[in-house]
């Protein structure tokens, strides 16, 4: 990977040169850090909106910021559970906080568009309203030339992609928690981190139409995964990845009207 | 409609002695004051999720707290957009204070179940959050008699009953806002407040995979309905409202362990 | 009472027609969940500021807002206290956050005036507090054309009311606790919901001249009762309703310079 | 005055002793740096709240910890509202934080009884929710060993006071702001502080029953006073202060079960 | 000392006039109430930062405001910890929320310069933070004519200074707590409150490279002084006292373009 | 690097065998997202932080959370500034509550010792403050098992280190921003995210004993560094990093009584 688009590894010189030089876009990756069951690290959403957004901004003329590491809490429904050991979040004010601050540091210092990329399922909402509050922070309305953009990745996935990958029928994704199509991607983008010969299969997880607080453990399965990831491969991993990137990519350039770099003819 | 299960009815000395002589459950309507589109009030959500809550009390003998009216910001991809006037909203972390006060002022009472009935989409998590560190604060885990439930109606609409509503396919829920679903229920249960001679039919909105912000006021119809409404009735309605309410009924029989009352053998 | 005031009510297209054409009036009532003894409901507090509130916007030409249902905590001077079961209170910072949402979302919309109806005691400094800071927001400062206005109820009733009310002499506000005026008021507004062969007499409770935390459960009155309400009557009720609301109607459209509607020549 | 109730004073090793032998008391003085009209100082609040809690610390054997010197926003009804130069104040959260962190840190001390003496009309509902967050976050209940008492010192000025020093009849608490009470009571104990020659007589200031923001400035009396402070003397402060320091002393002995130091047999 | 520095002393028509003819500026000591062993009051950081802004402020022509009175919680390894008795703490956020409102509050009064004299370690960066959320509240950035200083006073005290109050060389300013520094500052600025004959001798504290928490008790020697006072003195008091406010009124003066008052030529 | 001490990268059943088996210590390394000159990149007080936990974790066998990427505002006389572009900064209520959410997640899982490894100076207090609250929300106070560390790195660099690598004089750790000591480090631990060519020499920055807010931007040397990293090597980051190390590894062994891993005899 080339690393060049993340800040990170970038000086503030060059990184205003960039800013001075056309209408910068940041992406900003969104993950936690969540039991995925014996096979996969708990890195997984994390890894996955940092590999989706640097893919992205590779081919946008875009940066990658540090990506924000720890999600909201795992809810039962949908990642097992918060009671889980290794399951290391942050609660709702803490993450509307930081994407507050970060789109406010961001568009302060004059870039022009920020997109974050989100990994895990149950930051959505707290993302949603840290860009609210920062925008109406820095009275920017309809209008405006800012834009601030918020997607999970796999809302991304077309139907095409899915009846490929799931050919019995795709389970939905709630409980596309340490599944086939998490595995897969990870088998494509970072295979020394999947553990194939941990995997336990089984039937998916049946969950109760509502949320119940305290949370009753013994309807999470033994895995932490709510469905199996039987299934997965490199090669469901590469259709998607490629897939969700080639239509990122077109969303987002015509959505920020920016130039795609290193797009083939 | 027999009022007796409303709280805001009932004398403090009734009330206890309810408390006093079995397992209280209490439930509590969230909806919105949000525009509908030209046919459908202002206080939609709250009325239905109202409904929902009081024809499920009187099965189960349980208890409906006053609603909490004001909603979360309505988002452009599920309910039009929060810049459209009429539509009145709480930020997140009022929404969560005010789930997590209720919360803790019910259980701490001696009430031994809290259910949340939702009725606007955006509410969802922050009143996940609202629940969550109110279990916090009071220390309660798993294992506990306590619990809370939170559930969004249109989780217990069943495909069988889509398939009748929708005969020609569901729309999905996210832009289910002003549509057949909300305009029947309401054609059903509080025919006055319908409007169906101002009903404007047209195609659904079609909105990108993402959100933006701000955003960008020409992408919701100019009838701030999400999907059309032609196709509502009365008729319709009831059958939503009747399999709703029947298996809110058995599941929060069944999980709250608490007797239904009027359930006819 | 004429439904059409009532915000829930209305679809967004009617209520932004009000908007455009005249300088609109939002009228919020707040109120509580709060035991008033054993004759009066619950929601007391709610109702009558609900009812005062409809009664002014008839006359004023202004709209009414859901109302505020849940208030800050019942303090055992005025309200008997927050141990008691059946008062469901919200915190400082949750009636603050409400207030200021509102004021903010109204006034954005194009709202030129809102009114807080406020019927429970203990709010009064709280919704100051969130009125406030939402005009700090909005950087509304004197001279602007939007006003906020905070009232309680009684604090429109006269002395000569009061003199025809209590004809043994004002026991004083802090203790009209379930007591002759909300009892008298009730009466007269929504006599269903009063017992009146429950109504337990008794001399007023007798309270210290400071706040003690925790309470000392033992000084308020068994009925949770702070003064009697023997001697109440719908007549009573009457008589304060209509100088209330003639008061505030004349005081209000005087403030905002609304027109008065509905009020015979 | 004898300094040695201020903790401002006292070394850690002689405050630990009395904590170590006997049920300590502390009280809190509560002010405000605010306007008092052309003959008052800024610091008048804290001064008279500072004073008052002297004088009962010294008869009760109590300690008084440092004043909250800067109050809740001035109000235009009951102290000429906060846009005036020299009202310097806190927000409501501010506030409720002070409270709440003092109250945790003394009773975490061992100090059994905290008392706030407030001297700043628009101070209370703020420090009752202090208070109670407090109480909550430490699990202290009904029946517990401690407490913490509040109170506005002018609510311990009996009826047989204020005629003699209101001989034309006492005008309402609210609007004592820079009148009678408080000049007759710097007159007493800080007359250097009190400039009698630059006071402006003048009726009463006449104010609505409701209060506006943001404020008209018009409506506050060019003096900053509510009531004329014509008639103040220093007899009529030494009345009220040796009368309001009685009662306070016989109150909080009374509740607290504290030995009373000092008082003549 | 001249009190009429002091804004609690000023009436606020002589406070205006001073703001309408100068560009005004008010100073703000921040301390502790915070155990500093056996000989020194638990109010020395409150006591030395109002001495330091009060002769400042004597020769800038400057004002005093209120001290802000109770200080961020002590650390073991500044202050002995917040564990012990006699030291009573604010959280971060109070401590933040109170420097914000009173910028806030000040600057809005037309004050051109506010600056925050800190005289107890742990406050600084929750005040840096206040301040900084003051400024982006109001808008105020580079350019601006209103500025807010901070400062701790001891970072003021010359290498030279410090050879001559430390002949065998300085232990460092972390444990500086009840030390030669502000024994000598207090012997010559405040002696009665100084208790010499309770001194106790012994080596510095030797505390770890990091901070630990909970605190080991143990750690902290039993004077809760964190280095010896032996070898204070009035000289050393005066010549620091005289060092500093010379540098502090040179600085400030030179800084905020304020003429300096009562220099001699 | 063995990457196998990063959370990150292990899965959930690997990481609860750990915790089930030994006293388990979580180190978090805590950076910035900064400008630091010409030469050195964004990310460079996260790249050392978290070489140093990585470090640190291989000899104690300890594990290494994913960093906290981004940290308080830059102060200019410590960083430069938050005006910068390229620094992207967190508010103090953010990281506060960053840290105490991470405390809170970790203990609850059964970590026995928690290490914050900190690269950026104007952090320290903040985090300080969020494990303070985690540690009074979880109830966990002096005697307890559980604890948790915060240190500086730079704050284990020896005396006789320092002649070393400054030979000319330490210039102080405030002003060690982009200097000889970041530069060193990262020749040593990550040189090809170095541009040595671009470094600018120069003299130190002077810079007040006072903060100044807003800032004077032109008191910022151009490069964005405070001193010059002339002089730089990747040897003395060798030095640096393994007397460091050393030393880290040394005093946490000792504190945490946990075993050393990989020690030679």
């Known amino acids: 990977m080339d690393r060049s688009v993340f800040l990170e590894d970038l000086d503030a010189f060059t990184y205003r040169q960039a800013l001075a030089s056309r ?88 870039v022009r568009h920020v997109v974050f990329i989100n990994g895990h399922f149950e930051n959505y909402q707290f993302l949603y309203e840290g860009i609210d509050l920062a925008l109406e922070d820095m009275r920017i309305g309809p209008g405006a030339e800012e834009s601030v953009l918020l997607l999970s990745y796999w809302d991304f996935v077309t139907q095409e992609t899915l009846a490929q990958v799931y050919p019995d029928g795709f389970p939905g994704w709630e409980i596309e928690h340490g599944g086939v199509l998490e595995t897969s991607l990870m088998l494509h983008l970072d295979p020394p981190r999947v553990a194939m010969d941990r995997l336990v299969d089984g039937p998916a997880a049946i969950l109760p139409r509502f949320d119940r607080l305290p949370v009753m453990p013994e309807r999470t399965p033994a895995t932490g995964c709510l469905s199996s990831a039987a299934g997965s491969s490199a090669s469901k991993g590469a259709l998607l990845h490629g897939q969700v990137v080639d239509d990122l990519v077109a969303d987002l350039a015509a959505e920020l009207a920016c130039e795609r770099a290193g797009v083939p003819a």
């Open 23 to 110: 209408d910068a876009v940041v992406l900003i990756p969104v993950g936690s850090l969540e039991q995925h069951g014996p096979h996969l690290p708990l890195g997984t959403d994390t890894i996955l909106s940092t590999e989706f957004a640097a893919a992205v901004a590779q081919r946008l003329g875009a940066f990658v910021a540090q990506p924000i590491s720890y999600g909201y809490k795992s809810q039962q429904k949908s990642g097992g559970g918060n009671h889980l050991s290794g399951t290391t979040s942050l609660d709702g004010a803490s993450l509307i906080a930081m994407a507050r601050n970060l789109v406010k540091s961001f568009l302060s210092q004059g």
